[in-house]
């Protein structure tokens, strides 16, 4: 590759403004083209886990849910917020049997991903999970959550289709159809 460095020069930092789920901060650069500019970025202060259960006959579920920043209904692998000094994949599981209700004998990392590049710092991480075992979904007060079991590759069906459109869920049920796990 060629030169990785960072080109940017960063002179202060003021924060704008934090909440328990985000902070904005307003750097003062100098621009990879040495102009003086102002750059400002949305911290998480959770990163988003993924989890794709997938039991013994090939299926998963998704979890549907209204999003209100998006202002409508969607469905997703089962997803949440991994607080800072919780692990991931025990946030994973923790999510698993919260959204869900299932419980699972192994888990194993498989997508890392930015789910942004130009303002934010939102990174994921989504697991499978084997060894299903299925049981009562004990979910958040503020979540009204619709749970279908399907077939892994329906779930790929919904990407194709454009009934998913979560980033997250989309490059998880594709990154398993590249890997040809079903």
């Known amino acids: 590759m060629k030169d990785?460095?960072?080109?940017?020069?960063?002179?202060?930092?003021?924060?704008i403004y934090k909440n328990a789920w985000i902070r904005v901060r307003e750097d003062k650069v100098t621009t990879p083209a040495n102009?003086?500019?102002?750059?400002?970025?949305?911290?998480?202060q959770n990163l988003a886990v993924g989890i794709v259960p997938i039991d013994e006959e090939g299926n998963t579920w998704l979890v549907g849910q209204w999003r209100y920043p998006l202002n409508q209904y969607s469905?997703?692998?089962i997803e949440g917020g991994c607080p800072k000094g919780e692990s991931p994949s025990d946030c994973a599981l923790r999510e698993l049997k919260e959204e869900a209700g299932l419980t699972a004998t192994s888990t194993e990392a498989f997508l890392e991903?930015?789910?942004?590049?130009s303002s934010t710092d939102d990174k994921a991480i989504v697991y499978?999970?084997?060894?299903?075992?299925?049981?009562?979904?004990?979910?958040?007060?503020?979540e009204q959550l619709q749970l279908v079991k399907?077939?892994?590759a329906e779930a790929y069906q919904y990407v194709m289709e454009g009934r998913i459109h979560d980033?997250?869920?989309?490059?998880?049920?594709?990154k398993l159809k590249a890997m040809q796990v079903f």
Not at 5 to 10: C, S, V
Not at 36 to 43: H, L, N, P, Q
Not at 113 to 117: R, T, Y
């Open 167 to 174: 980033a997250i869920s989309i490059a998880a049920l594709l």
């Open 128 to 142: 499978i999970a084997k060894g299903i075992s299925e049981g009562q979904a004990e979910p958040e007060e503020t």
């Open 75 to 77: 469905w997703e692998i």
């Open 113 to 117: 991903m930015s789910l942004s590049n």
């Open 150 to 152: 399907l077939p892994l």
């Open 35 to 44: 102009t003086a500019g102002i750059y400002s970025v949305v911290e998480f």
């Open 4 to 15: 990785e460095h960072n080109p940017w020069q960063t002179h202060s930092t003021k924060e």
